[in-house]
């Protein structure tokens, strides 16, 4: 295990979380662990049935928690699993909790000695929490932790969620 200490380089792309080549994927996942849709469906189907079957040893997640897995199928070595907080108007945690996935995947990639990493934009799908909201808190978040991490991927599924963290990353 590589000795946090360092802030990631960011970059945002549009694709396909599952298709990454870094050493690390971020799953958006619900707190069974067992599968759902959006990329959290897509990472489990990705990674085949061994993903679920290594989910089903977690006992779950809670809201703001991460754990990690192998990647099985995927072409990253690790998964790590974060529950996001369902957005309820903002005034009920959520940044807090929001902030809290990052920061706990981080230190999840930090253990397993992941160097590089992509996430997905946590919570901005069917949680509901507002895209412009969740990229900056995620920019935040993640420059400000220290970690062995070098290279973050931020995985934008639409032009929406891409422009919003192009448009925080070239702001400074």
């Known amino acids: 295990m ?8 960011l970059r945002p792309v549009r694709g396909d979380i ?6 690390a ?25 061994e ?10 997640c809670k809201t703001g928690e991460a754990k990690v897995t192998a990647g099985f199928r995927l ?19 959520e940044p807090e909790l929001l902030a809290s996935c990052y920061r706990a995947a981080l230190a999840c990639a930090d253990e397993v000695g992941a ?12 949680f509901g929490y507002p895209v412009k909201a969740a990229a900056r808190t995620a920019v ?12 973050v991927t931020i995985v934008c599924f639409d032009e929406e969620t891409f422009d ?5 990353l070239t702001a400074g």
């Open 2 to 9: 590589a000795s946090p200490g360092g802030r990631p380089r």
């Open 18 to 23: 599952t298709r990454q080549d870094v050493d």
């Open 25 to 49: 994927i971020v799953n958006a996942a619900n707190s069974s662990l067992l599968g759902g849709g959006g990329v959290d469906g897509a990472i489990h189907r990705a990674a085949g049935p």
């Open 51 to 60: 993903l679920v079957q290594s989910c089903r040893l977690l006992g779950g």
């Open 75 to 93: 072409p990253a070595r690790w998964v790590v699993h974060t529950v996001g907080p369902l957005w309820r108007g903002g005034e009920e945690g």
């Open 115 to 126: 160097t590089s990493m992509a996430f997905p934009a946590i919570s901005t799908g069917i």
């Open 140 to 151: 935040a978040t993640l420059r400000a932790t220290a970690t062995s991490v070098k290279e």
């Open 164 to 168: 919003a963290y192009n448009d925080i």
